[in-house]
């Protein structure tokens, strides 16, 4: 008798037949079969947990059909928390607790909470801006100490909402994106403007307020570096590649949703940092590189991958931005590393597999 094929689901947010990414879950599908795994994606809001079988997408023959499959034996979690996630939680959650699925990691939930996991790390904490939760009080003692402040939305994505305040004399600059992820720059009078525009602008959303850092270039362009970790076949921690997001020197993010461009990490630290500098910013982010995931992963639980989100001062200080459960791979297309990008796709499936042996045995 032939073994069960083994499934892996990726789970994302489906619109009718629409959903993003189509292009790295096609290569995924494909490298997926090779190794024997039967490869879906479908949206945790088309599950039926009384069947327990659930309406997805498969690649075949050039197109995705839609068809019913059984639930998968592994989850690859792609489903993006954003403002709507609340009517897709309580399908993950129902799915993160059967027994019969291994989830090849479980998403952050938001800046916030791997900020209070990573302070606890001694050797992490020094490269953490400090961060707290927005209040008017906690902005003041910021603007206090550091001049200038940047608030952003705790559950944020792309650089939207993320806002830098500076103090002038009597006035607030404020600048930044707005929800729509419009850039908009404004000048508010004494505290009493700058509470009446903060009021509004934090409506309905929870932030976080750091110090506002000089994560640019001596000319003002805004850039951060991003690595990508990622489990291997042997289930350890392997950085797959890095590479530097760029900013429109106009904008105070470096998101390639706000309009920036991608470069490779060590070309670039050439041209902005003297020798020294930049053999010391590399032993840096290969130190976090390492450190990082291995202490995330003790705090949080099983993780497949993490794009970790660097932040380079003027002064050549690292500082960790942003971790991200769920991080893109456009950066290798743009940067032309076509390895890092192929290698970006087919380490989940290695894992994925991994992880099938160590549960069942083998195929
Ligand atoms: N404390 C800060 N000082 C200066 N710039 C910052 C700071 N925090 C974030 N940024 C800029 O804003 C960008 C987006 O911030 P991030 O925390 O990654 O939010 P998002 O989830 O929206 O990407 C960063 O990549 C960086 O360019
Ligand atoms: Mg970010």
């Known amino acids: 008798m032939p073994a069960k094929q083994h499934s892996l689901g990726i789970m994302t947010r489906c619109q009718g037949a629409y959903f993003v990414d189509k292009g790295f879950y096609r290569k995924l599908t494909m490298y997926g079969r090779k190794k024997g795994l039967r490869v879906f994606v479908f949206s945790p809001r088309n599950v039926n947990f009384d069947a327990r079988t659930v309406r997805g997408f498969e690649y075949r023959q050039g197109t995705w059909e839609s068809r019913v499959f059984p639930l998968p034996d592994l989850i690859y979690d792609r489903c993006f928390v954003g403002p709507s996630y609340r009517h897709y939680k309580p399908f993950v959650e129902r799915l993160q607790n059967d027994p019969a699925i291994t989830f090849l990691g479980h998403g952050l939930s938001g800046k916030w909470q791997v900020h209070k996991m990573l302070i606890q790390s001694p050797k992490l904490a020094p490269y953490l801006p400090r961060t707290e939760l927005f209040s008017l009080s906690t902005l003041r003692e910021t603007l206090r100490t550091h001049g200038a ?122 041209r902005h940092f003297s020798p020294e500098i930049k053999s010391r910013i590399e032993q840096q982010v290969s130190l976090l590189a390492n450190e990082l995931p291995v202490f995330l992963e003790q705090s949080h639980g099983r993780l497949v991958e993490l794009g970790i989100d660097l932040g380079i001062d003027t002064d050549g200080n690292v500082w960790v931005i942003e971790v991200n459960s769920r991080p893109g791979r456009t950066v290798f297309r743009k940067i032309g590393d076509p390895q890092a990008r192929l290698h970006s796709i087919t380490q989940p499936v290695r894992y994925a597999h991994y992880l099938m042996q160590a549960r069942v045995g083998g195929y």
């Open 149 to 270: 402040a940047v608030i952003k939305p705790i559950a944020g994505t792309h650089g939207i909402g993320v806002t830098r305040i500076k103090a002038m004399n009597d006035r607030y600059e404020i600048a930044g994106r707005n929800r729509k992820n419009q850039p908009f720059r404004r000048l508010v009078k004494g505290q009493a403007g700058l509470a009446t525009f903060l009021r509004s602008f934090t409506t309905g959303r929870k932030f976080l307020v750091q110090p506002y850092l000089n994560l640019h270039t001596p000319a003002g362009v805004p850039f951060d570096v991003r690595v990508l970790v990622q489990k291997n076949g042997d289930g350890a921690w392997e950085t797959t590649g890095a590479a530097v997001r760029v900013g429109d020197k106009r904008s105070i993010t470096s998101n390639l949703h706000g309009g920036g461009k991608a470069v490779p990490l060590s070309p670039f630290l050439s």
